[in-house]
């Protein structure tokens, strides 16, 4: 099997999808200034995937000898969740962890569908069989695929069956024997513009009534009917990679979908109007464990990133040296390896889900809360040690033409570690992962990507082992009593 390059993928984007932006249709995702960038930066995910040299670390011997991308490994043991792992460091490392839906967040659910394949056989043979079989076919060919997990925001007191618009949130509209049709909006479709798929379920609680949206199943992004409606492209706005280096590169986007009575055959069809089997799909299989382990994985790349720029900050201002910030990057080279420990203590902490070794449920939540405070923190501690070194900027690469503005700029942007046009990079750099309209979007990503915090914080409360914490407060209170210090009581 020949691993998928970056050139395919590019190609295969060139499949008449519908997606709208500033008014308009998009003819050719790949090449609109919107999208243009980012679809390459994800063709060189494929690229180094595929790359002679990164083999052994990128992929996996599958049966008969067959190789394939490990974010479809599907580890049996400790040591090969840490050789999977390693391969998903090496990809986010290639976009600092700015990718929040890269391949490898469903290929990770996906994966972890698998791995609790009996529970879809409990519910539905040929459901079962319909998801067996997909799996297949993206591992095979190395999708991408974004996901479709939240209902638009509307009436948060109602359930979705009970909103104005029946279809205001993707349901079954009509069914046959070829399969079902589907209809209403989706949220959030991160990535999915330059994704090959997309995996549509729910995650957030249904109620009894709210059957037609209980639905998993997985189609094409150029599908019949369904429609994606662009967020403001920060690409677009970044024309310039000197002034931009992330927002010009990395920006995945988000989208809105609407089905608009999309067909989908039932071998793509994985739940149907289940409650039951809706939450079980994740929560009763290794999938949520193993997609939100792949996003801690990407952002203990992120936040080593954002510390390295901090570290940087302090070199270019000649700061470095001063007790007070020493203080400051002992903080944060603290925090970054707690992130890291983490996700060690995942993967040492894991068990056998069957054939197939998990990571630690309990430590993943403890991570998702933790990092989800400390993702701000880290963003205001770089604010507060560049102080106005982010914004005392050349307003665009253009200065650098001009002879007079370049001899200005070299004459006031001094540093003692840097040239002034060293130091003019590093800060647009700086400031597009601090405090530009890309880097807004991110802290807001990076706050609710696994959810709302009381939400994850429920999910620490069901996972902690409340019985032996218990137990030591038992076995202390259990060793005393207050005989032992009167004696006997005389009545």
Sequence with gaps: MTMKSGAKHVQGLRDDRTVFINGERVSDV?????FARSVQSVAKLYDYAGAPENRAVMTFERPGGVRANRIWQLPESYAELVERRKALEAWATLHAGFFGRAPDYIGSCLSGMYMGLDVFEAYDKDRARAFADYYAYARDNDLYLTSL????????????????????????????????????AKMLATGAITADEVLLASVQPLQPGDEPYAISFAMPMSAKGLKLMSRKSYEEAAPSIFDNPLSSRFDENDA???????????????????LEMCQKQFQGTPAHAYQNYQAMIRLSIK???????????????????????????????AESSMVDALVAAMEAKGSQHGRYFVPDRPTLYAAEILTQQLYPKILNTLRELAGGGM?????????????????????????????????????????????????????????????????????????????????????????????????????
Aim: contains cysteine; aromatic residues 10%; charged residues 20%.
């Design 30 to 34: 790949t090449c609109h200034p919107a």
């Design 149 to 184: 997990f939240n209902n638009p925001q509307a009436d948060r007191s109602r359930s979705a069956a009970n909103q104005k618009d029946a279809f205001l949130t993707a349901g079954v509209v009509d069914q046959d024997s070829q399969g079902i049709t589907v209809r209403g």
């Design 256 to 274: 809105v979908a609407y089905f608009d009575d999309v067909k989908v055959p039932w071998e793509r069809v994985f739940v149907f109007k289940n």
């Design 303 to 333: 936040v080593r990133f954002l510390v390295g720029l901090a570290h940087r900050i302090t070199e270019i201002n000649g700061v470095i040296g001063m007790p007070q910030v020493r203080d400051i990057l002992g903080q944060l080279a």
């Design 391 to 491: 914004t005392m900027l050349p307003s665009s690469v253009a200065d650098f033409r001009n002879p007079e503005i370049a001899s200005l700029i070299e004459r006031s942007l001094q540093s003692p570690t840097a040239s002034a046009l060293e130091k003019v990079k590093f800060y647009k750099l700086a400031w597009d992962a601090v405090g530009s309209e890309f880097a807004s979007r991110h802290h807001q990503y990076e706050m609710f990507f696994t959810g709302a915090g009381f939400v994850i914080k429920g999910r620490a409360f069901r996972h902690f082992n409340w019985g032996a914490a218990g137990a030591l407060v038992k076995g202390i209170l259990d060793g005393y009593d207050l005989a032992d210090e009167l004696g006997p009581v005389n009545k």
